[in-house]
């Protein structure tokens, strides 16, 4: 028999699709030219940072690479800010792949760090957490380039863009803002098959490969489990199982690992993260994966 076990994971905003006419960005960015930095802690292994809305807070939000919308807060917080609900609404696609719906409102300004957003989307929605009262969102980093330094827990926005001549660097396409880096799998015929997953910090899972690779991976028979993940559109089963070979993250490779397997894209969440310095850079569509300072010294 094989073992099992039992495993709770948490994602938030995987896709997100606007009604026509609908823009995730914010009307303007005010940043110094050096950028900012800000802490960054993790919470059951997802990253919060403080922020100010129309000058009040500060407020814990949830940074989430698997988010479409620059920022979502939670109807409670909303009420508090007085923020006005606007006409339509959003659909959100969620990691089950439900789809569930958003009121619209707009926040005159965000501050993270020294920089300020001004005229900032947002939907207003509950979304799920005790932590965090809100979503940063790919959209609100649409121009620049945003990093997480997961060892050091430090949030950082700059402008300017990923140099291609960087090893660790790589293209990636983006869906909705949401960027796609390649993982390479061992197969049963002594091969390799790459395939592109969402880069998700909402997620605290892990990664996880599309279920239609199933037949094909070198896994180990003995080794399984199961896992129960809570999303925005209910829960989600994800099959667990160990790899019989090299899992590849761009330059990167790790021997047995456990991985999920589920319907959809799949994705890489902040636990496979936490020894790296993951820049995102949506306008170049590029990546960078670097072991950071502080790992690298261990």
Not at 9 to 14: E, I, K, Q, W
Not at 16 to 38: D, H, I, L, N, Q
Not at 79 to 86: K, N
Not at 159 to 165: E, K, M, P, T
């Amino acid at each position: 028999m094989r073992p099992r076990h039992a495993y709770r994971l948490v994602t938030l905003l995987a896709l997100v699709a606007g009604a026509p006419g609908c823009t995730f960005e914010p009307r303007s960015v005010s940043m110094p030219e050096g950028g900012t930095s800000v802490p960054m802690s993790l919470t059951d292994h997802q990253p919060g940072v403080d922020v100010t809305l129309n000058g009040r807070g500060p407020f814990r939000v949830l940074v989430d690479t698997g988010a479409s919308p620059a920022l979502a807060v939670t109807p409670k917080l909303a009420a508090e800010l007085g923020l006005r609900r606007q006409l339509g609404f959003v659909r959100l696609r969620a990691a089950n792949g439900k789809w569930v719906r958003a009121a619209r409102a707009s926040v005159r300004s965000l501050r993270l760090g020294d920089a300020e957003f001004r005229d900032v989307p947002a939907v207003i929605l509950d979304i799920g957490e005790e932590d965090f009262v809100g979503v940063l969102g790919m959209g609100l980093f649409s121009r620049g380039v945003v990093t997480f330094d997961f060892p050091g827990r430090r949030l950082s926005l700059r402008r300017g863009a990923l140099g291609a001549d960087d090893p660790d660097t790589f293209a990636a396409p983006f869906v909705y803002g949401i960027p796609l880096v390649p993982v390479g799998a061992p197969l049963r015929d002594n091969g390799s098959r790459d395939v592109h997953v969402l880069l998700d910090t909402g997620s605290n899972g892990g990664v996880v490969l599309p279920a239609s690779l199933r037949d094909e991976l070198d896994t180990d028979p003995d080794v399984g489990g199961r896992a129960v993940a809570d999303t925005l559109g209910g829960t989600r089963e994800i099959d667990l199982v160990k790899l019989r070979g090299q899992l590849v993250l761009g330059r990167f490779r790790a021997d047995g690992r456990v991985v999920g397997l589920a319907p959809g894209r799949g994705s890489v969440g902040t636990p496979a993260l936490r020894e790296f310095e993951v820049s995102i850079d949506q306008r170049s569509r590029r990546v960078r994966l670097r072991v950071a300072p502080e790992s690298a010294a261990r």
